[in-house]
């Protein structure tokens, strides 16, 4: 917008320059056909066969996932209709099973909604720390960290939470009634704090914030010295630099990082189990009221007490819709991050 | 003429700034201001902490991170002026940050450790738990089966997972046949298959054409799914590594291509593939979703793994934590602890290998 906006003069030459590095120059003897004439023993064949299959078995799963799950789907709309997506509740009692999955789709977006927003500014402040501020030693042992953080298995999250987190959430939470209760979110008219949406999206976040920060870390890393060195030289203040030079270059990555934590947020199944009291009412907006959806987390706790196939293929569809959502998001995530590191390199 | 190549700035603040001098040394006047800074919001918010009756999570949202902002603000105003203030609110923030995530962890660790402590012994380790209900005490059982059921699944999603996963990252580093884009545009998009979904894949297809049941190998096939997207892609990066004069030299000897790969590329690039592995099984090791739908629980010890329902870990502590009595949750705690220590071993043995091999690249 104002002329620091052009500070990143170097990075458009510096792309270019970079792909007819020498060393990708002879890189042609490299992208020969195995079945050229030079190898066309018939082992290398064989092997070459062998090894394309093996590679489109992702493809193959993930288009197993879809149809199996997909069928699954089609006969829920046919026993439930449209209402399967648009209506809530689920009673198994009736004769065929009624369910609608509205309120659990709703309450997975809320719930990421919620720990999108308390993990994007942690994420991105934890890595501008790292990146512009720690000394560097402090930023590899945050580094590590973070990782560690990463590392944890969402079962130990979800039992942390149970024990530690949620006994003093439920006190942060009637702090926010009492005090912020006349906004909308905050209300409260049951004076009870436990399995809220709230602290399923706090859990979330904690979640979300390794990888978010994993990848902007990544990505504010990669930023040219040589941009941080001249806007410094030019009297940038850090504020300044940030804002004109290293959050611009990093944006795609960023956004990219903040989607593949939504993905996983999305598909986050135990933590959200132990800290979400699940109901099928859809709830809204009032966020620490207790009770709330979450479609991964409906699944599991359904399928322990299934009462039969109908249920059991309700589920399934259940989960063809997580599915969708899921890949989706992590589709276009990897799509941003892929675009921005081209853009950088 | 230099100088008209640099459009002068509209906004009034860059147009007066000062020169930083980043060479001279700090004055005294910033240390005692970025002192004064630190120390005066700490002191007040422990004096209300400790001599009022505000709760503590007020003092420090309401009063104590306010009043680091302010201070932090005209500390930053005073010796630096105007400019400084977005700084100082960026760098307060940027360590609160750090601080919380940091605290988050702490707490995770050190709980799992004091809480999971109080569980572990010698025979919780390989003793099952056929005899045990809630209620019994921490002297008897174990989680030794879940333990072993832990270690058949990742045998059995590894022995699946990672020839896929190697062969995958083969078709993209030496093969580079046409099919290369797609191929690692669905392995990413695998990537970010819920654990839960691929559990439920599993038990469609063992419900649709009922050639096994919940065990060992339907776990370990959903273990695989979630285990071949992190196999593949490090894999890949490892094989890029190495460098193209081995497979090059291989090739010129009269080798083919297979056995360039077999017998040249491959073992060059060993202890990065034994990685691979390594961060596959630490990827999955801990998934409890696909589990609970793919090979259930069992109390009991089960060695076939095309067998009846099996215990894992994961789901061995699932089933611990939402339970009122104090031994069982004790017993989650534990399983947890341990659970986190084969997770840290795997991490760090990763890492090491990781690191033999920059170092023998050259």
Redesign the interface.
């Known amino acids: 917008m104002f002329v620091m906006a052009g500070v990143p003069f170097g990075c458009p030459q510096t792309s270019t320059s970079l792909r007819q590095h020498p060393d990708m120059a002879h890189s042609d003897l490299e992208q020969r056909d195995l079945n050229s004439a030079a190898t066309s023993h018939r082992g290398d064949r064989v092997f070459s066969r062998i090894v394309t299959g093996a590679a489109f078995t992702s493809l193959i799963v993930l288009a197993g996932i879809a149809i199996f799950l997909g069928v699954q789907a089609v006969s829920a709309f046919q026993s439930q209709g449209l209402d399967f997506i648009f209506s809530t509740g689920w009673d198994i009692n009736t004769d065929p099973p009624t369910a609608g999955i509205w309120g659990m789709l709703y309450g997975s977006v809320l719930l990421a909604v919620i720990g999108l927003a308390i993990a994007v500014p942690v994420a991105l402040m934890l890595s501008i720390f790292m990146v512009f501020l720690a000394p560097q030693k402090l930023a590899a042992v945050l580094t590590n960290l973070i990782d560690l953080l990463a590392a944890i298995p969402s079962v130990i999250i979800g039992l942390w939470a149970f024990y530690i987190l949620n006994p003093p959430a439920e006190g942060w939470q009637e702090l926010l009634n009492q005090y912020l209760g006349w906004i909308p979110i905050f209300e409260n008219t049951s004076q009870n704090f436990s399995g809220t949406p709230f602290i399923a999206g706090l859990v979330l976040a904690i979640m979300m914030i390794p990888i978010i920060t994993s990848i902007s870390r990544e990505v504010l890393s990669r930023t040219p010295p040589d941009l941080v060195n001249a806007a410094e030289a030019l009297g940038c203040s850090l504020w300044t630099m940030l804002r004109y030079v290293a959050l611009p270059y990093g944006r795609g990555g960023i956004v990219g990082g903040v989607m593949l934590g939504l993905g996983r947020a999305l598909g986050e199944t135990i933590a959200v189990f132990f800290v979400l009291k699940l109901t099928f009412e859809t709830n809204w907006y009032h966020i620490i009221e207790s009770g709330g959806g979450s479609i991964a987390t409906l699944i599991v706790s359904r399928f322990g007490e299934v009462s039969g196939p109908e249920e059991l293929n309700l589920l399934l569809a259940a989960g063809f819709f997580l599915f969708l959502g899921t890949i989706g998001v992590n589709i276009v995530a990897n799509l941003i991050v892929a675009r921005t590191g081209r853009m950088q390199k | 003429m230099s100088t008209m190549t640099y459009?002068?700035?509209?906004?009034p603040d860059?147009l007066v700034?000062?020169?930083?001098r980043?060479w001279r040394q700090k004055p005294r006047s910033f240390t005692t201001a970025v002192a004064l800074a630190v120390a005066i919001p700490a002191v007040i918010s422990a004096g209300l902490f400790f001599y009022s009756s505000i709760?503590g999570?007020?003092v420090l949202t309401v009063i104590f991170f306010p009043l680091q902002l302010l201070a932090s603000a005209i500390a930053a105003w005073s010796t630096?002026g105007v400019?400084?203030i977005?700084?100082s609110?960026?760098?307060v923030?940027?360590?609160?940050?750090?601080v919380?995530?940091?605290v988050?962890?702490l707490?995770?660790?050190g709980?799992?450790v004091v809480?999971g402590l109080r569980a572990l012994s010698a025979h919780f380790v390989y003793q099952n738990s056929v005899f045990i209900n809630p209620s019994t005490p921490l002297e008897y059982g174990g989680i030794g089966h879940a333990l072993l059921g832990t270690i058949l699944i990742v045998g059995i999603a590894s022995l699946i997972a990672v020839?896929?996963g190697i062969?995958?990252a083969?078709?993209?580093t030496?093969?580079?046949?046409k099919?290369v884009p797609?191929?690692r545009?669905?392995?990413?998009?695998?990537?970010?298959?819920?654990?839960?979904?691929?559990g439920?894949?599993i038990?469609?297809?063992a419900?649709?054409t009922g050639w096994f049941s919940q065990n060992a190998f339907a776990g370990g096939l959903a273990y695989a799914?979630l285990m071949?997207?992190t196999v593949?892609r490090t894999a890949e990066e490892v094989l890029k590594l190495i460098p193209?004069e081995l497979?090059?030299g291989a090739?010129a000897l009269g080798s083919?291509?297979?056995?360039t790969?077999m017998k040249v590329v491959l073992p060059a690039a060993k202890t990065g593939i034994i990685t691979a592995i390594l961060l596959g099984i630490?990827r999955v090791?801990?998934?409890?979703?696909p589990l609970?739908?793919a090979a259930g629980n069992n109390d009991g010890t089960v060695f076939n793994p095309f067998g009846q329902a099996i215990a894992s870990i994961?789901v061995y502590?699932?089933n611990n934590?939402?339970v009122p009595y104090p031994d069982a949750?004790a017993r989650?705690?534990g399983a947890?602890l341990v659970?986190?220590i084969l997770?840290?071993v795997l991490?760090t043995l990763a890492r090491v290998l990781g690191r033999g091999r920059v170092g023998r690249a050259k």
């Open positions: 459009q002068a700035p509209m906004n860059d700034q000062k020169p930083t980043p709760p999570a007020l630096r400019r400084g977005a700084d609110v960026i760098i923030n940027a360590i609160g940050s750090t919380f995530a940091l988050v962890l707490s995770l660790i709980s799992l809480r020839p896929i062969a995958t083969v078709y993209i030496e093969v580079r046949g099919a797609y191929v545009f669905f392995v990413q998009a695998m990537s970010g298959v819920p654990s839960v979904v691929a439920l894949f038990l469609t297809i419900v649709s799914i071949l997207p593949a193209d497979r090059t090739l083919t291509r297979a056995r790969v630490a090791i801990g998934e409890t979703a609970l739908l994961p502590i699932f934590v939402a949750v989650a705690w947890a659970l986190m997770i840290a991490f």
